[in-house]
């Protein structure tokens, strides 16, 4: 399986090259630049891209191999224990709070809409 990039991307680079910045881009053209500072170049921009996937790729993601060796039905058992348990967590939260948040379950952030 491959890997699933979670930081890589054109916002990231963004953020780490003019933090605050607001922007816009179409192909590769800044259509909207409302900075201080100057606009990064797409040179800029695709390099740092190539730093955080450089960087994502040197951490050991287990995250695509999870489902390696499972069979269906345990990948099935799984995924209805996860969705429990955030339909728990989402309710308990609301009850709490009275609204609805992002819960995390296992680590990971889910966003729920009941």
Avoid at 20 to 30: D, L, P, Q, V
Avoid at 34 to 54: F, Q
Wanted: charged share 25%; proline share 4%.
């Amino acid at each position: 399986m491959d890997k699933i990039y979670q930081l890589y991307g054109i916002d990231t680079a963004m953020h780490l090259l003019r933090p605050g910045a607001k922007w816009e881009i179409s192909n590769t053209t800044f259509t909207r630049w409302e900075d201080p500072r100057p606009c990064p170049t797409m040179e800029e921009v695709l390099e740092t891209m190539e730093k955080i996937k450089a960087f994502e790729d040197s951490i050991n993601t287990l995250t695509a191999l999870f489902l390696v060796g499972f069979t269906h039905k345990q990948i099935e058992i799984q995924t209805e224990f996860i969705f429990t348990k955030m339909v728990t967590s989402a309710s308990r939260f609301q009850q709490k709070t009275g609204t609805i948040g992002i819960v995390r379950v296992g680590g990971m952030k889910q966003a729920l809409v009941i």
